[in-house]
């Protein structure tokens, strides 16, 4: 049996703490006494006297250096989405400054600051290429050029580097996030299209699946790492595939939770090779015109090829045991 060492009471600092996991994590380590501060450019949405917002870019060292003052454990949520390979200049460095050069920041003001154990939101991504389905932490990482993956494998890299006497480490890697609150990514756009009357895209057959991970089992294998992230532990520098245990297509999962709430949803299919074409364009006018894209490769890839992983090591190692796609999407429900 792996020790733990409780998170009960400490203070911690939650970047990227106004996004949609920060929220939902900051909660529950408001429930176990914790002391919170949130680094991140808006304040977070919590009005609660053990919780203390650093308003300040994530690529701001003498912010990040205040907000770690007294910080015995720190979730690093914070990280920007830009799944395109072509990406212009001024937008390929800024992603780049926080989601790599930040981590890098942090990794090293954190210890020196006296930060015992630092848990990564990393993601599936970094594992992704097209005969990944159903592999474990045991795969390679990805050499897929879109700017999303390509940063997010620098930023682990660098975690699971850092592990060491002095301050414990641990990344975690979960699929598309849903549940209770999502408002960017996955849900959230696809009812604001079909409010505007737009059907539901399906690319492809509609036969690939991927995998999805419920808000509250992220949040649950957050301080579950934390806990095990004891010297000998073997989560100590190790990073997990963290999902609901359930991959589906897209857009059976779209659908359902869809039809779940209410809505009946029209369906458009676009044959795979339409997709592609789609994306390329797309992507080319957003390195051309700054135009975001309206599909992009990356997007293409996980809607056609199976990316799906293996859960067991987190089982084992941090006793994650997620409840399953379908009672998250039922608890998302009243929320849509």
Same mark, same amino acid.
């Given at each position: ?105 942090? $990794?090293?003001? &954190?210890?020196?600051?006296?930060? =015992? !154990?630092? %848990? *990564?939101? #990393?993601?599936? @991504?970094? /594992? ?89 089992? $992220?949040?649950? &294998?957050?301080?579950?790492?934390? =806990? !095990?992230? %004891? *010297?000998? #532990?073997?989560? @100590?520098? /190790? ?98």
């Amino acid at each position: 049996m792996i020790s733990t060492r409780s998170i009960e009471g400490e203070r911690c600092l939650v970047t990227g703490g106004a996004g949609f996991l920060g929220q939902n994590l900051i909660r529950a380590l408001l429930e176990r006494g914790c002391e919170v501060r949130v680094l991140d450019r808006v304040p977070a949405p919590i009005d609660h006297p053990k919780v203390q917002s650093v308003t300040a870019d994530l690529v701001d060292k003498r912010a990040m250096r205040d907000a770690l003052e007294g910080v015995k454990i720190v979730f690093h949520t914070a990280a920007m989405i830009e799944l395109s390979e072509l990406v212009p200049r001024a937008l390929r460095k800024r992603v780049h400054a926080v989601n790599v050069e930040a981590t890098v920041n942090l $990794l090293s003001l &954190a210890e020196q600051a006296g930060v =015992e !154990r630092f %848990v *990564h939101t #990393s993601s599936a @991504a970094v /594992a992704l290429e097209k005969d990944c389905a159903g592999g474990d932490e045991s795969l390679p990482y990805s050499t897929l050029p879109d700017l999303y993956t390509v940063t997010k494998v620098a930023a682990e890299q660098r975690v699971r580097a850092q592990n060491g006497e002095r301050m414990l480490t641990v990344s975690l890697r979960p699929g598309g996030i849903y549940g209770p609150g999502e408002r960017g990514q996955l849900l959230a756009p696809a009812i604001r299209m079909m409010r505007g009357g737009e059907p539901l895209t399906i690319l492809g057959d509609g036969l690939s699946r991927l995998d999805y991970t419920f808000i509250g089992n $992220l949040v649950d &294998a957050h301080l579950r790492a934390a =806990e !095990r992230l %004891v *010297h000998g #532990s073997p989560v @100590a520098g /190790a990073a997990y595939f963290v999902m609901d245990g359930q991959p589906m297509n897209h857009g059976e999962f779209m659908r359902r939770q869809l039809e779940a709430a209410g809505a009946v949803p029209r369906i458009r299919h676009i044959p795979a090779k339409v997709a592609w074409a789609l994306a390329e364009l797309s992507e080319q006018a957003h390195l051309r015109f700054g135009r975001k894209p309206v599909l992009t490769r990356a997007q293409c890839r996980t809607c056609l090829y199976d990316f799906y992983f293996n859960i067991d090591a987190a089982r084992r190692d941090l006793g994650y045991v997620p409840i399953s796609t379908d009672e998250g999407m039922q608890r998302t429900v009243p929320y849509i």
